[in-house]
Structure formats: structure tokens, C-alpha cells
Nanobody, 124 residues
């Protein structure tokens, strides 16, 4: 059974930092490109960024480029999202996702497995 579990969310002031983790089990982690998405209240779930299987390639949404960094530790079956210079508009539930496809995609339906999400709240 494939499981993805996000952790590390919380409340932070604007300008602060948080590091999210996505621990996986039940899949051969190194075979799966991974991504982060987020969903703010009343809004669609949106793409945050993507990382390749070996971590040598990342793609970010314009809204987070230069502030967020995705990484992965294949030995620990875990992906990370380092979030710096946080803004109130970054407030959302953050989800990690895994895909069997080797094509980089920002589309939700390209991803096969999802975590339950972790809440990030940025106060002004």
C-alpha cells in the first residue's frame, strides 16, 4: 500500500521559513518523480514544484520561484520543501504527490499518489 505523509506545517510570520517533509512508503521511491501542490481556501489546488527521480532537475511555479526549494533523499524515501521569505498568500494546505510519468507536469491528474496534506499558515 502506497502512503505519502506530509509533515512540518504550522504557523509562521511573514518573512519566516518552514521546511516540509513528505515521507513515502510502499513504492520504490527512486522510480518516482515527485511534486508539491497547495490549496488555499476557496481556490483550486495549484502546482508548486516538481523534482526528478534523482533530484537533478527541479521546476517551480512562478509564484514561489527563488523562495522555495524542493529536494529529495532517496535513501530515506523522503522529499522536502524548504520555504523561505514566506508571504501571507502562501497560506494553504500543502500536498506531496508522486507520478509514474517521466514527463514534468503541473497537472493534478498526472500524479498517481497523494498525501493527506499539511497546513501552512503565514501571518502578516
Amino acid at each position: 500500500q502506497v502512503q505519502l505523509a506530509e509533515s512540518g506545517g504550522g504557523l509562521v510570520q511573514a518573512g519566516g521559513s518552514l521546511r516540509l517533509s513528505c515521507a513515502t512508503s510502499g513504492l520504490t521511491f527512486i522510480n518516482y518523480p515527485m511534486a508539491w501542490f497547495r490549496q488555499a481556501p476557496g481556490k483550486e489546488r495549484e502546482f508548486v514544484g516538481h523534482i526528478s527521480r534523482n533530484g537533478d532537475s527541479t521546476v517551480y511555479a512562478d509564484a514561489v520561484k527563488g523562495r522555495f526549494t524542493i529536494s529529495r533523499d532517496n535513501a530515506k524515501n523522503t522529499m522536502y520543501l524548504q520555504m523561505n521569505s514566506l508571504k501571507p498568500e502562501d497560506t494553504a494546505v500543502y500536498y506531496c504527490a508522486a507520478t509514474r510519468s517521466l514527463v514534468i507536469s503541473a497537472r493534478r491528474n498526472a500524479y498517481n499518489y497523494w498525501g493527506q496534506g499539511t497546513q501552512v499558515t503565514v501571518s502578516s
